[in-house]
């Protein structure tokens, strides 16, 4: 266990001393995630003029909070994240169980959990605390790790994760299971069981994609599954099979994108973005904005953007200082690719819509919160790297 | 061990990590490809897909031609009106909905049932007329509530309207929407198809049917952009419509009108024709009917009227009712003699007043017969006689082959659909029409009465009106047609419908001049001399009266007979008749004589024809003359 040698920063301010107030501020920034993240946000900023300029200032404002959370978040020194860590998982589940108790329901999914003075969406909670509580059981265990280690984890993970499926919420469910997997794959999960289930994965997806018919028939049910998470995937497999229902999302996105070309229309020039053929334009099928409106290039720019910041992120895993650190820093990391490849599919018609909005773009402050939230995380883990 | 162990992780760790980057690598590469792929290699495809999205082709209906008489009086118009429209599958109670909108808007029963057979005849998702022509004030306080009804809007459409109402109803025919069968035909032919969309009438009879392509005109296209709920957002281009080219016709409206009046109340048929053009002047059918209750979809009420009329108004009788010609025939049986030299015009027969055939007795309407009748006689005094030994020295064959040349039993060629084709009797024909072989077989006897245009015999008044036209023109025969002028609206460019000669007969003209003489005689010495008294000019005609209900043996007294079972008048006649200007055809149904009923008819038309002057009164007045007084028979 490292010490702690650096003094923490006390809320008195030398007025003074500007300099030293100011390096104080900036002192738990790291200017490459800042930069990185700033320059999606400017993406984000200047695709939100196009595709729904009368929120300009609700989406400001989030920012404003979310980068305030950044901060905050990167000012803590990672054992106390660490401290938080089964506190959070706790209220999480307990929270969720309330849902499913006493949810609130809204379009056909039990969600929300009314508290009276307001209403929270749990699952989102869990896509911070599922990490932390992973790598803090790891943390734990450091050392002494037994297969039970891992079946213990698999546990902890698939409780939240069934639950937020059973809501259903599919696209949070794959977030928060994609944080979990992540940090057991980084605790050291043997390739002899990730490789057998990746190959059978795989599998099942092509079975999917070849018997699309038959399993589409309307007369199938598929256990354990909703009917509208049925239809997703059927729609997906094949979204001229309900054109003006479940399908428009698919087709009118998939035109979008695919009338974009290589330099796209020009911004502000979308025609299915402006004449509303495209739906949820300004939140989950931004990135159909861009591609419409400044084509492959736009892509590739978000796409890079993307791959720095994930870079960064693994680099600030690989100097963490702890295995609680090293473990959160890469799975909150991994989760920004969840997110981005999940809604990236989404948008190109080959995953199906499950409500997963592209990272740090998409209209919508919880999201942009929580993922700052993960950015300060990256911050402070990187604050406190291990000194060689 | 204790400094190893973290160490040894710690590499198991950058190990995981730079799997988990190559699993980032492949996963965005993925992506990428995919965005090639949509972006790159199917680009065209797309681009497409996003144009047809975005770009939507609006008809604009054209203008519907005008048709005119030959003097350039407006027998059609168009107006535009404001119409209150509901499209079914975008309401959810229509019954509620048309409530409440009764409310404020005056909506009568006769709508609503307009309105329900206009839904049973039409798809869900079309949008049908509950209310037109609205006034300003209901189109206001519909705006003002239009958020409250959605399916519900209010249209500017064009109307057709028929200024004089019934007049030359049969003749001008009426347009109606465009019913399903109709649509199936349009759509059978793609650039039917293009053209019509938008159009939601069509012509349903008259010449409103038969000039419906030169009528209908070009529809025009916007081209508009178009939001995901199909709004109109901007318009990008327009190709201007072109409208339907305006009608001129042969006819001439006060000709017609003058025409009509003369009818009074009875029914009946008269088809003026022009000799040596085939120009229609004057197509009468009465009872006449209003072409305006179509254009909006009939009501039931009114429809039910039209259909069970006994009176049958929607029947063009001019050109679907077949009669026996009666007497009207013996001018052509009298010409078929002498081109076929059966009979020579100066061969007298001696007329007992009845002619015996194996058993049966034919008789003349005279007592004791007309003594003894040339050619020209037989004409003037309609010697029933003088027909039955023709006939009977012809055959059947002969006068049937003679008859078909004139055109009496197939189509004439005009310019209306739908004429009917009439009977012209021949032993092949009665093979055809019957089953039963001893059905099947001719019998002399039949020819008979034949001769004086009685037995199977049985033509339309415009079969009638073109053979005396035929007749008139010295055997030169021509298409009837209605439509004089197609005038292209825009530029005011006529094309001309040519006159048509179908066939030169070949009469020779001492053929003719005995027909002529005899057809004078008629108009000054005999049957037709009374209706004919006084006239200015030289006309040539026959009447005729064809039984409607056998009488064996007995003698035929009007007064007697049932109002439905009276027989028809005839009357055919050209003038003047030296250089005949004008032929026609009269029938009045159960009018009883022809002399009485349909020659007074025919004296109206062809004084304002040819001399310009108009009936005094509207009346004809020899409505209730007695028959037995003014001729004994015709």
């Given at each position: 266990m490292p010490t702690l040698t650096r003094k923490t920063p006390t809320p008195m301010i030398n007025l003074t001393d500007l300099r030293l107030f100011l390096l104080r501020l900036v002192r738990p920034i790291d200017p490459f995630l800042l930069g990185v993240t700033l320059c999606i946000m400017a993406c984000a900023y200047l695709m939100m003029l196009s595709a729904s300029p009368e929120r300009m200032n609700a989406h400001i404002l989030n920012i404003i909070v979310a980068l305030g959370v950044m901060w905050i978040i990167a000012s803590q020194p990672p054992p106390r994240l660490h401290s938080f860590a089964l506190p959070l998982y706790v209220l999480g589940v307990l929270l969720l169980i309330g849902v499913a108790l006493f949810g609130d329901i809204s379009k056909g999914a039990r969600r929300w959990l009314n508290l009276g003075v307001m209403r929270i969406q749990p699952s989102e909670l869990m896509k911070i605390a599922m990490p932390l509580m992973l790598a803090w059981y790891f943390q734990k265990r450091e050392g002494a790790l037994k297969v039970r280690d891992f079946l213990i984890a698999t546990l902890l993970l698939a409780m939240p994760v069934g639950l937020i499926a059973a809501q259903p919420d599919l696209g949070t469910a794959i977030l928060v299971l994609g944080a979990g997997v992540f940090v057991i794959f980084f605790a050291g999960l043997s390739w002899k069981l990730i490789i057998p289930v990746g190959v059978l994965g795989i599998a099942a997806v092509v079975a999917v994609i070849i018997f699309q018919t038959d399993i589409c028939a309307p007369e199938v049910n598929w256990p354990g599954l909703h009917d509208y998470q049925k239809h997703r995937v059927c729609t997906l497999l094949d979204p001229s099979s309900d054109p003006r229902g479940k399908g428009f999302h698919t087709i009118q996105s998939t035109i979008a994108v695919g009338s974009g070309g290589f330099l796209g229309k020009g911004w502000r020039q979308g025609t299915q973005t402006h004449l509303d053929f495209l739906p949820e334009r300004h939140t989950d099928f931004i990135l159909a904005v861009i591609s419409e409106e400044f084509g492959l290039a736009g892509v590739l720019i978000i796409a890079i953007l993307y791959c720095l910041l994930i870079a960064r992120g693994l680099m600030i895993a690989s100097n963490a200082a702890t295995l609680f650190a090293r473990l959160l820093a890469g799975s909150v990391t991994m989760i920004f690719f969840t997110y981005a490849f999940v809604n990236m599919g989404m948008v190109s018609g080959i995953l199906p819509v499950v409500g997963v909005p592209l990272p740090m773009v998409s209209y919508g402050g919880t999201a942009l919160v929580t993922l700052c939230l993960g950015i300060g995380i990256l911050m402070s883990v990187q604050q406190h790297r291990r000194r060689r | 061990m204790e400094l190893k162990a973290p160490e040894q992780e710690l590499s198991r760790f950058r190990a995981r990590v730079a799997a988990a980057a190559v699993f980032v690598l492949v996963g965005f590469s993925l992506i990428v490809a995919r965005f090639v792929y949509l972006q790159i290699v199917r680009y065209d495809y797309y681009a497409t897909r996003a144009e047809e999205n975005r770009i939507s082709l609006l008809p604009i209906v054209p203008n519907r031609g005008l048709i005119m008489d030959r003097n350039g009086v407006v027998l059609t118009r168009n107006y535009s009106a404001y119409t209150l429209e509901i499209t079914p599958s975008k309401v959810r109670n229509l019954e509620d909905t048309i409530d409440e909108l009764a409310e404020f808007i005056d909506i009568q029963t006769k709508d609503r049932k307009r309105f329900r057979k206009l839904l049973e005849e039409s798809k869900n998702f079309e949008s049908l007329p509950i209310r037109t022509r609205l006034t300003d004030e209901e189109v206001a306080k519909f705006i003002a509530r239009r958020y409250k009804f959605p399916g519900v809007d209010i249209k500017a459409r064009l109307f057709r309207q028929y200024p004089f109402g019934e007049f030359a109803s049969h003749a001008i025919g009426y347009i109606g929407r465009i019913n399903q069968k109709e649509m199936a035909r349009i759509e059978d032919d793609e650039d039917l198809a293009a053209n019509y969309r938008g159009t939601e009438h069509i012509g349903k009879t008259g010449l409103e049917q038969s000039y419906e392509k030169e009528l209908h005109g070009i529809t025009g296209f916007e081209q508009v952009e178009v939001d995901a709920s199909g709004r109109a957002v901007r318009s990008l281009a327009r190709t201007p419509p072109i409208p339907g080219n305006n009608l001129q016709l042969t006819m001439d409206a006060e000709l017609q009108r003058i025409a009509e009046q003369a009818f009074g109340n009875r029914r009946g048929a008269l088809v003026a024709i022009e000799p040596g053009t085939g120009g229609v002047l004057a197509l009468v059918s009465t009872p006449r009917f209003d072409p305006n209750l179509f254009v909006d979809g009939i009501t039931p009420d009114n429809w039910d009227v039209l259909n069970t009329s006994l009176d049958k108004p929607m029947i063009n009788r001019a050109l679907n009712g077949a009669y026996p010609p009666g007497s009207t025939f013996k001018p052509f049986m009298a010409l078929g003699a002498l081109v076929t030299g059966k009979r020579a015009a100066n061969v007298a027969i001696a007329d007992p007043g009845y002619f015996v055939f194996g058993n049966n007795t034919f008789r003349d309407d005279k007592v004791g017969g007309h003594g003894m009748v040339d050619m020209v006689k037989s004409i003037v005094v309609s010697c029933d006689t003088y027909y039955y030994t023709l006939a009977n020295e012809m055959g059947i064959d002969l006068i049937s082959d003679f008859m078909g040349k004139l055109?009496?039993?197939?189509?004439?060629?005009?310019?209306?659909?739908?004429e009917s084709t009439g009977v012209l009797p021949s032993q092949a024909w009665k093979k055809k029409r019957f089953k039963k072989p001893e059905q099947q077989k001719w019998y002399a006897g039949e020819t008979i009465s034949i001769g004086i245009g009685q037995g199977y015999n049985a033509y339309t008044p415009l079969q009638l009106a073109h053979a005396t036209a035929t007749l008139a023109a010295g055997g030169i025969m021509f298409k009837p047609h209605i439509v004089k002028y197609v005038v292209d609206a825009q530029t005011g460019q006529r094309r001309v419908v040519e006159p048509t000669p179908v066939a030169d007969l070949g009469f020779k003209p001492e053929h003719l001049d005995v027909i002529r003489r005899g057809m004078v005689g008629v108009m000054t010495g005999g049957t037709g001399a009374r209706a004919f008294a006084g006239a200015k000019y030289e006309a040539a005609g026959k009447t005729g009266t064809a039984q409607v209900f056998s009488l064996k043996g007995g003698k035929y007294k009007e007064s007697e007979t049932h109002e439905r079972l009276r027989d028809h008048a005839l009357f055919i006649a050209y003038a003047p008749a030296k250089d005949p200007k004008i032929a026609l055809a009269v029938l009045v149904e159960n009018g009883g004589f022809g002399a009485a009923a349909a020659a007074p008819i025919a004296r109206q038309v062809l004084d304002y024809y040819l001399l310009g002057v108009k009936p005094a009164g509207a009346a004809p007045e020899d409505a209730d003359a007695d028959p037995e007084d003014a001729h004994t028979h015709d």
């Open positions: - | 055109g009496f039993g197939s189509r004439t060629g005009i310019d209306i659909e739908g």
